[in-house]
């Protein structure tokens, strides 16, 4: 079993900056790739952002583009997602998620393993 507890989110006015984490317990956390999805009020689960197991591989949707960093410390156990120029259409609750079968680069979430239990981003215009 993978356990996965994000923290982080928040209300912010639309520019702002927020950083999510998220931290992982129960298995050999430098073995997984890991990402970052949402789901905003009324619509499905999307894809944000994904993490190799190294760290040395990342993905993007691409309306966080330029706008997000995903990042991951092994020895923390501990995957981040850092925004920027946050926008409105950006609020949604935010997920961390592991695949224990390869790198998530996208989709709806339907392959992922283990999800937390979600963080609430909210941006005001």
């Known amino acids: 079993q993978m356990q996965l507890v994000e923290s982080g989110g928040g209300l912010v006015q639309a520019g702002g900056s927020l950083r999510l984490s998220c931290v992982a317990s129960?298995?050999?956390?430098?073995?997984?790739?890991m990402a970052w999805f949402r789901q905003a009020p009324g619509k499905g689960r999307e894809f944000v952002a994904g993490?190799?197991?190294?760290?040395?591989?990342?993905y993007y949707t691409d309306s966080v583009k330029g706008r997000f960093t995903i990042s991951r410390d092994n020895a923390k156990n501990t995957i981040y997602l850092q925004m920027n120029s946050l926008k409105p259409e950006d609020t949604a609750v935010y997920y961390c998620?592991?695949?224990?079968?390869?790198?998530?680069?996208?989709?709806?979430?339907?392959?992922?393993?283990?999800w937390g239990q979600g963080t609430q981003v909210t941006v005001s215009s």
């Open positions: 998620a592991l695949d224990l079968h390869g790198v998530i680069t996208g989709g709806d979430g339907s392959i992922v393993d283990y």
């Open positions: 129960g298995r050999t956390f430098t073995s997984y790739a």
């Open positions: 993490i190799n197991w190294s760290g040395g591989s990342t």
